[in-house]
């Protein structure tokens, strides 16, 4: 009966060697420890043995009963945590690896309002809002622009059904900020405006434009020059060199187009600005006195100057883009390059 012992002690370490996961290690346990296993029923046949014997064989049969169990207690161990390293080995995921998802990017006419506003900002300019449904007397009325006044013609507008419109340029916004402030002010408002058009190379319904009001005692086109200038010097990142030729806008007198010094030939002439050295950029003018009374401000005391500038040209000037129906497009190699 010790013989047997013995022998099943190299029999059990075999087996329980040989087992690959706990479930394995488990049925040795059952084959050797179990209500059937091989120990149990050596022990059972203990009832046929002298006192002597199987006081031997008891103490024996115990010595083994607990070995198999620490030994089985450290095989499961042993295999768990090869089950956990498998499991974990099979599981694994970089998550620092680029799941496939595209990297977004602010729209190029985004890039550059950001840049116009802070450079304004920086100049002690405020940022207003103003209403893309408005009034028709804010739009044109207060803005010299009477129901019969021609200038209406080249601002198609699109009318909603209670009698408002959308606006047609920021210009209205001119008006909101006299009658909320008192001079001296200084503001920009950057938003979108609308215009009943044909859509082609450089026209879109949608657009954006920031308007520029400055009012104070003696200002005067020398300070109109110089905020432009420190404005497109900004925004081109080099000196830019500017002209005023004679603009007609019913809001400003005297009125300018603000142009730039051709930034591909440096004035020489090229494709760009058609050989003549200048690119036109900027409506802007005098605050027409009317203007001012629409707004509550005596012309007698004070002066102002503004501009509205079209931002889409200057985004299309600033990266070479020569269409502007590219902004409202959905082509993401476009958008990522700004
Ligand atoms: N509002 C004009 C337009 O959209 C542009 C403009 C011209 C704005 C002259 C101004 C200005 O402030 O002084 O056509």
Not at 214 to 232: C, F, P
Not at 260 to 282: A, D, H, N, P, R
Request: proline share 5%; glycine share 10%; hydrophobic share 40%.
């Amino acid at each position: 009966m010790k013989e047997r012992l013995e022998k099943m002690r190299g029999e059990f370490t075999a087996q329980l060697n040989g087992a690959a996961s706990p479930e394995e290690a488990e049925k040795v346990r059952v084959a050797f420890l179990g209500k059937k296993g091989a120990l149990t029923e050596v022990l059972k046949g203990m009832k046929d043995l002298t006192p002597d014997e199987r006081r031997e064989v008891g103490a024996l049969s115990n010595t083994l009963k607990d070995e198999f169990e620490k030994l089985i207690a450290a095989r499961m161990a042993t295999l768990g945590r090869v089950e956990i390293e498998k499991q974990l080995a099979a599981e694994w995921q970089d998550i620092s690896w680029p799941s496939g998802l595209k990297r977004g990017a602010a729209h190029p006419v985004a890039v550059i309002r950001r840049r116009v506003k802070d450079i304004f900002i920086s100049m002690g300019f405020e940022v207003l809002d103003g209403p893309e449904m408005e009034e028709e007397e804010f739009n044109f009325n207060k803005l010299n622009i009477p129901p019969d006044h021609p200038a209406r013609d080249s601002q198609d507008t699109f009318w909603l059904t209670d009698g408002k419109l959308l606006r047609t340029h920021t210009s209205p916004v001119q008006v909101h900020g006299m009658l909320s402030h008192t001079p001296p002010f200084k503001f920009i408002a950057p938003g979108k405006v609308y215009r009943n058009e044909a859509v082609d190379a450089s026209h879109e319904h949608t657009f954006h434009q920031i308007e520029g009001m400055v009012v104070d005692k003696n200002i005067s086109v020398a300070h109109l020059i110089y905020s432009m200038k420190t404005l497109l010097t900004g925004i081109f990142e080099k000196e830019v060199e500017v002209r005023l030729r004679p603009g007609f806008f019913p809001f400003v007198e005297p009125g300018f187009e603000l142009d730039i010094k051709c930034l591909i030939c440096g004035g020489k002439g090229c494709s760009v600005c058609k050989q003549g050295g200048w690119l036109e950029l900027m409506p802007c003018g005098m605050v027409h006195p009317n203007v001012l009374r629409h707004g509550g401000i005596d012309p007698e005391e004070f002066s102002g100057f503004a501009f509205g500038l079209g931002l889409e040209r200057l985004v299309m000037m600033k990266y070479g883009i020569d269409d502007i129906r590219l902004f409202h497009g959905a082509d993401l190699r476009f958008f990522t390059q700004f």
